[in-house]
Each structure stands twice: as C-alpha cells, then as structure tokens.
C-alpha cells in the first residue's frame, strides 16, 4: 500500500489532498529523522519535569489560569481535563474530507520535533488514521487563535475513545470503534494534550482542500468561458498576446493564452471574423482573461500562504530540544489563514460573478441572437430560464459571505486572548463559496452545452460548424452525460450532472486530453 511519509517539512499541498480523497488506500508514517526530532523533544520534556521547572501548560494551568502551579501528580489529569473542557463544539459535523485532513497536518506540525509530545502517541494516532476511524467533530466553536482548540479537542477527544467516530461507514462511540481494533484509549502525559490542540489544523485543512480545488476551477471556468465566448459568436481580439503584455499580470496572461488554445480553429469564429458589425463585446466576454486572471493570482498568493503553513510548528510552548530552550509564543494565531482565506473567498467569488452574467446573455435573445432561453418552443416550454435564477441565488449568497470574518475579533479567556483571527469562520465560508461557484460553472456548461446547439449552425448556409478544438472537446464530453434539452424536463439533474464533473475534474480532463495542458 502507498505511504504517505510525514516529517514536518516536505509536505505538499498535493499529497494532502490525494491522501484525504483516497482514504484507506493511502497510509501516513513517520520518516526516521522526524521520529528522532519527537523523541529528542520529548526528553527534553522530561528532565525538565524532572528537574521541577514551572513551564507554561505543562507544569501550569492554561490562559488565564497560567499563574496556577500543578503537582506533579496532577499533571496527567491537567492534560485530560484540558482535552474535556475545550469539547465544547456546537454545529453540524465537520465535512470529513476536512476531519482527514487535520489529523494528517496535526501530526505533520509534531513531526518536526518541537511539541514535546511522545513518539507512542503519535503511532497511536498514525494506527488511528490507518484504520479508517474519522472522528465526528462539531464545526462552530473555533474563534482561531490558541488554534482551533474545541475542534482539535473533539479530534483528541476521539482518540481518548470518548465522543462520537465513523468506522466502516457505521457511526458509534469512539470505545467501540477501538475496542473492534483492539486499540486501548490513548493515555494523555504531560504537555500533550496541549501539544494536540494547540494549532490551525481545522482552518488549514479547509484552505488547503479549497486551494487545490480551486486551481482547477480556474481552468474549468476558463473551458466554460470560452464555450460560452463561442456560442455567442464573440471576437478574440480582446485575447491578443500583445494586449496582455502591456499589463504583465501573470493569471492574465495565462487566461488569455488559455483562451487562446482552446478557440483554436473554431469555425464559428471564422464564420463572422470580417462581417460582424461589433467592433468589441461586452465586458463579460471581453474581460474575461482580466477577471479570470486577478483571481488565479489570488488563488496562487493564497495556496503559497497555505502551502507555508501545512509544514509550520504552531505550538505553544515550543520546545528546543539542541538548546534546552522552551519558548512561549503566538504562532498558534491563524491570522495568516484567516487573511489569505477572506481573500480567496473573494477572488472565488468573482469567478461565479461573472459567469453568471454569461449565462444571462446566453439566455437573453435580445442579446444572444439565439432562441430565448435557448428553447424553440418557448412559452410552452421555459428552456433554461430557470437555472439562471439558480446561478443568481448563488452568487447573491457569495455576496454576504465573502464580508470578511478576519476583521472582528471577540476577547476570549478573561481577556487573555484579546485578538482572535475567527479563521475557521473564514474557513468555512470559504468552503461555501467554493461549492457556490463550482455550480455557478457547472450551470455555464450546462447552458454553453445548450447555445452551442444552436450556433454551430451557420443559419444562411445550413452548414455545421465546428467549435475550437479544446471548446468542441468539452462540448462532446459534456453532451456524453446529457443531451440537448426539446422540451422542459427537471433541470437539477443536469444541473447535478454537469456538478459532478466539474468537481471531479473530468471535463478538464477531457479537453487537456484533446489540446494539452492547460496554464
């Protein structure tokens, strides 16, 4: 079976995702050297409780409480009750692609050695994982900062073999689940409770989830962008090389040339190069490669501030095993996080923004010049009118949620912590969004698929024109799935379908196979 090997410095954004998506049939390890930097760390723990030393969260209580010295014989019940009293979660349950995810990065963060956390309790948790045991874990309660503490101390909680878990599909007590795997609840020592819940583990699986996701509807909206640009018989000029080089953004750039590429030798676009009045098109098709291109900026500046993240220490104390040094910080602070997710929230955002606007004009016959709501039997039949509404009530909700969660911040802990990130709520709006926008897309198809019915008929000639290769490669795969649409039948299922291949990525797929990768 595959490994995943995890030392805390090496893992890519990439490799996460593959191993949440293919869960079961990817295992998590340690390499050799991260497991030489946890057991020094926890040696350094120990003599240090040993010696008697008062250390923050070890030999302390936590927060407000730090000026509370514990007896050494009440260190281990410090431990458990942290992990007791932090369950504190309210919400539906966590999606749990997001659930797989903070544990991989959970163990990734203590695999580089400076969380003083004991090596049998990170195998513990690697078998856990490798069991196929997720634990359910409520999604409100994080504010981000001191981390996500109540969805980490869910995650712990399971691992206790308390609280709720998912086990061969089947939802029982997490005691169950590990007595079935003849694994005895884990046995909290001193600073590792701590060392479990304090970090950005729920907010950086969500962003590292929507990252990757997100570089792929790039491009499928670039494929539905064009479909769309061929169906209402727009000019490339607007797409020149030499337009976009005179502003050098990069996302520009690449949009443009993908455009481009996938247009290429399309006879519709010949069909009205020397006889269309129009001398430019409305901005929804003429500024494509500006708004497409703005927003994979954004989504590259937000995956290199995750990808950043995934392999940080976001512990508190951190321990310096070399230097027999621990030392008390903010890492744990998910601003970073919270910021690069308001802004990915954004830049998503604007993709729906604007193809819902070329839904509209593809839908619109005063301003497609195709048959009104791509129906010839309008009246009798309402054609896709309705799916625009959709694709509006979507993007009006994209609106409210991308008001960025970063900005407010409520005092916790006696006003101990008085600036928290509210990161997992960036999080998890984003994660709204991002599903938003992906149907958003998935409606352009559906509606593209539909229009290009009508304009790959040259109407004066009776001819059958062709759409660019990468534009016609789409439109073939998406006609495989679902046929054109003579008489009004229950959209949501096209809609559904046309969903499930922009999330799997199948229809990018399908046309990178016809003309190559796109940028």
């Known amino acids: 079976m595959e490994k995943l090997q995890l030392d805390g410095n090496s893992l890519r954004i990439e490799e996460l995702y593959q191993t949440v998506k293919s869960y079961n049939k990817i295992q998590i390890d340690f390499t050799k050297s991260a497991i030489k930097s946890i057991k020094s760390s926890r040696h350094t723990v120990d003599e240090w409780i040993k010696n008697g030393d008062v250390i923050y969260g070890i030999t302390t209580g936590f927060g407000e409480f730090s000026n509370i010295k514990i007896s050494l014989t009440d260190i281990e019940k410090l431990q458990e009750n942290l992990i007791l009293s932090h369950s504190s979660g309210v919400g539906d349950p966590l999606p749990l692609d997001v659930t797989r995810a903070m544990i991989i990065l959970r163990l990734n963060a203590l695999a580089k050695g400076y969380s003083g956390i004991r090596y049998e309790t990170l195998e513990f948790i690697k078998n856990f994982f490798n069991s196929g045991i997720t634990p359910i874990i409520p999604s409100k309660g994080s504010v981000g900062s001191s981390g996500d503490l109540i969805p980490l101390s869910h995650m712990t909680l399971s691992f206790l073999g308390k609280g709720k878990v998912l086990y061969q599909d089947v939802l029982m007590d997490a005691s169950l689940a590990l007595?079935?795997?003849?694994?005895?609840?884990?046995?909290?020592?001193?600073?590792?409770?701590?060392?479990?819940?304090?970090?950005?583990?729920?907010?950086?699986?969500?962003?590292?989830?929507?990252?990757?996701?997100?570089?792929?509807?790039?491009?499928?909206?670039?494929?539905?962008?064009?479909?769309?640009?061929?169906?209402?018989?727009?000019?490339?000029?607007?797409?020149?090389?030499?337009?976009?080089?005179?502003?050098?953004?990069?996302?520009?750039?690449?949009?443009?040339?993908?455009?481009?590429?996938?247009?290429?030798?399309?006879?519709?676009?010949?069909?009205?190069?020397?006889?269309?009045?129009?001398?430019?098109?409305?901005?929804?098709?003429?500024?494509?490669?500006?708004?497409?291109?703005?927003?994979?900026?954004?989504?590259?500046?937000?995956?290199?501030?995750?990808?950043?993240?995934?392999?940080?220490?976001?512990?508190?104390?951190?321990?310096?095993?070399?230097?027999?040094?621990?030392?008390?910080?903010?890492?744990?602070?998910?601003?970073?996080?919270?910021?690069?997710?308001?802004?990915?929230?954004?830049?998503?955002?604007?993709?729906?923004?604007?193809?819902?606007?070329?839904?509209?004009?593809?839908?619109?016959?005063?301003?497609?010049?195709?048959?009104?709501?791509?129906?010839?039997?309008?009246?009798?039949?309402?054609?896709?009118?309705?799916?625009?509404?959709?694709?509006?009530?979507?993007?009006?909700?994209?609106?409210?949620?991308?008001?960025?969660?970063?900005?407010?911040?409520?005092?916790?802990?006696?006003?101990?912590?008085?600036?928290?990130?509210?990161?997992?709520?960036?999080?998890?709006?984003?994660?709204?969004?991002?599903?938003?926008?992906?149907?958003?897309?998935?409606?352009?198809?559906?509606?593209?698929?539909?229009?290009l019915d009508f304009s790959c008929l040259d109407i004066k000639t009776k001819k059958v024109m062709k759409p660019g290769k990468g534009t016609n490669a789409a439109y073939k795969f998406l006609r495989k799935h679902f046929h054109h649409i003579y008489d009004d039948r229950i959209l949501y299922e096209d809609i559904e379908k046309a969903l499930n291949l922009v999330v799997d990525g199948s229809v990018l797929k399908a046309t990178e196979n016809a003309i190559g990768k796109l940028k």
């Open 179 to 451: 007595k079935k795997l003849n694994l005895k609840p884990l046995k909290l020592k001193a600073k590792e409770g701590l060392a479990l819940i304090n970090g950005t583990q729920m907010m950086t699986a969500y962003a590292a989830l929507i990252v990757h996701e997100a570089i792929r509807l790039c491009k499928i909206a670039d494929i539905s962008a064009a479909m769309t640009f061929e169906a209402l018989k727009g000019t490339d000029t607007a797409f020149d090389a030499r337009i976009h080089k005179l502003r050098p953004h990069k996302g520009q750039i690449e949009c443009a040339e993908n455009l481009r590429k996938l247009i290429s030798g399309s006879e519709i676009r010949e069909s009205h190069r020397f006889n269309d009045p129009r001398v430019q098109d409305a901005y929804s098709l003429r500024c494509i490669p500006q708004v497409h291109g703005a927003t994979r900026d954004a989504v590259h500046y937000a995956y290199d501030i995750i990808q950043t993240e995934i392999n940080s220490v976001t512990d508190n104390p951190i321990i310096f095993a070399k230097e027999k040094v621990h030392l008390e910080g903010g890492n744990f602070h998910g601003q970073p996080i919270a910021l690069a997710l308001d802004f990915l929230a954004i830049a998503l955002s604007e993709l729906s923004n604007i193809a819902e606007r070329r839904i509209e004009r593809m839908l619109n016959g005063s301003l497609s010049g195709l048959p009104r709501f791509l129906t010839t039997r309008g009246g009798l039949n309402s054609g896709l009118m309705i799916a625009q509404y959709t694709a509006a009530a979507l993007v009006s909700e994209n609106k409210v949620l991308t008001h960025p969660a970063s900005v407010d911040s409520i005092p916790t802990s006696a006003n101990q912590e008085d600036h928290n990130s509210m990161g997992s709520i960036s999080a998890q709006k984003c994660w709204q969004i991002l599903k938003n926008v992906q149907t958003v897309i998935a409606i352009e198809l559906l509606t593209a698929a539909q229009a």
